[in-house]
């Protein structure tokens, strides 16, 4: 009820009045039934725009960090996530990344729609990088079709590094369904994997026309950080 009452009547009108996002193909996604929504990650808005557009309710894999905030900011932030359907995604690895990953088959179980992010991170520059084969293995494991999403825009309304948001309009496209169902029971094949989430990231980015560097996003960022 909260996640109706966020999304249609204190954060939609005011977003949809201010930035009139667009959207193309939304009828890709299916009506009903699990489904994975695989998006690029341009900008911290990215979770707010998508659900946004999305008739469906759906919950994202959130990095667990928003969650661990401080003080009334910390726990604000904490609330907000929650509030638009966020879930804590731990990506130290190990067990700690496996059990979250499991938070996300069960909102598949569920029937539910789960939006990820293969990068992992945010782009630090506003191209499309390497995908995380962690991903792929809850795909396999879940059996679901995926929509490739990309998101146009978004960083020019909350840029790196700002504290507030710039208006200008966005777009979030959608495309069609990918079956992974040919490779069901390999999800322990590494090859595999790097297979499933290649496929899936070269989709999103010719859905976007975003340039592709074959490097992990977490990477480049810590090269800017020490250039920096």
Request: no cysteine.
């Amino acid at each position: 009820m909260f996640y109706w009452f966020m999304k249609h009547i204190i954060i939609g009108p005011p977003v949809r009045a201010i930035f009139r996002p667009w959207s193309l193909g939304l009828s890709n996604v299916p009506s009903s039934g699990p489904v994975i929504i695989a998006s690029n990650h341009i900008s911290f808005v990215d979770s707010v725009f998508i659900p946004l557009l999305m008739p469906r309710r759906m919950v994202f894999l959130a990095k667990s960090e928003y969650f661990r905030g401080r003080g009334l900011k910390g726990m604000l932030t904490r609330f907000f996530f929650i509030a638009i359907g966020m879930l804590p995604m731990d990506r130290s690895g190990g067990k700690a990344s496996e059990a979250s990953l499991n938070t996300g088959l069960e909102v598949l179980t569920e029937g539910g729609v789960l939006g990820i992010y293969p990068e992992g991170t945010r782009s630090p520059d506003g191209r499309l990088y390497r995908g995380r084969t962690g991903v792929a293995r809850m795909i396999l494991e879940a059996g679901v079709p995926v929509v490739p999403v990309a998101v146009v825009d978004t960083d020019k309304v909350m840029r790196v590094g700002s504290n507030r948001p710039h208006v200008h309009r966005v777009g979030v496209i959608y495309g069609k369904p990918l079956d992974f169902s040919r490779f069901a029971g390999l999800e322990g094949d590494r090859f595999i994997l790097r297979s499933v989430t290649d496929e899936i990231t070269y989709e999103i980015a010719r859905l976007g026309g975003q340039e592709y560097v074959d490097v992990y996003a977490s990477s480049a960022r810590q090269k800017v950080a020490s250039v920096s």
